[in-house]
């Protein structure tokens, strides 16, 4: 059974990087195509889409979020990562990692997900 | 804003038939762009309940159906459960955006 954790700091300062990893357990990155994705929501509302990773290295972003983040894959490792640069409390958030298959349009819903990680944004 | 529109909150009592709407554009679910829908639960991680328009993974039960019409799409819950109380969101990818978007949630209450 494929299982995604997320780990890092869970408080970052204002102006600072956040960065998160998450770990892929039960299964290759590298093994099949599939794109690898960020989704945040912040306490008391809705989701948002982050971006994606495809195992090619190609990237999707949020044309919101395009001018700070980084999303990054690491097959050695089995893992994938997000930085997010200058960051506000508007970034409070809990940072989900998720796994979508291709389909026609690009790629199709999230079928695996880790359990969030709730990220701070406070000196 | 959110890019695709959902009610905030639906009802319905146990045994009964409820849907939840999602209205987009023609820069995604209008140009046949997939909708894919999920479940969540409070203090858990989004659960998929249908992807690419009408597919059920393996697992969630016939009860849950997914529709598509012009530039909305439905997700239907028939046979109302008190364990269907959650928050639904739907998602599609926006060809103007180049990327997903999520409709801002629908709160499903079961009386």
């Known amino acids: 059974q494929l299982q995604l954790q997320e780990s890092g700091p869970r408080l970052v300062k204002p102006s600072e990087t956040l960065s998160l990893t998450c770990t892929v357990s039960g299964g290759s990155i590298s093994s099949s195509y599939y794109y690898w994705g960020w989704i945040r929501q912040p306490p008391g509302k809705g989701l948002e889409w982050i971006g994606n990773v495809y195992l090619s290295g190609s990237t999707y972003y949020n044309p919101s979020l395009r001018s700070r983040v980084t999303i990054s894959l690491d097959t050695s490792k089995n893992h994938f990562s997000l930085k997010l640069e200058s960051v506000t409390a508007a970034d409070t958030a809990l940072y989900y990692c998720a796994r979508a298959p291709p389909n026609s349009d690009f790629w199709s819903g999230y079928d695996y997900w880790g359990q969030g990680a709730l990220v701070t944004v406070s000196s | 804003q959110s890019v695709l529109t959902q009610p905030p909150s639906v009802s319905g009592a146990p045994g009964q038939r409820v849907t939840i709407s999602c209205t987009g554009s023609d820069s995604n679910i209008g140009t046949d762009n997939e909708v894919h829908w999920y479940q969540q639960v409070p203090g858990k991680a989004p659960k998929l309940l249908i992807y690419d328009y009408t597919n059920r993974p393996s697992g969630v039960p016939d009860r849950f159906s997914g529709s598509k019409s012009g530039t909305s799409a439905s997700l239907a819950i028939t046979g109302l459960q008190a364990e269907d109380e959650a928050d639904y969101y739907c998602?599609?990818?926006?060809?103007?955006?180049?990327?997903?978007?999520f409709g801002g949630g629908t709160r499903l209450t079961v009386l």
């Open positions: 998602q599609s990818f926006d060809t103007s955006l180049s990327g997903s978007v």
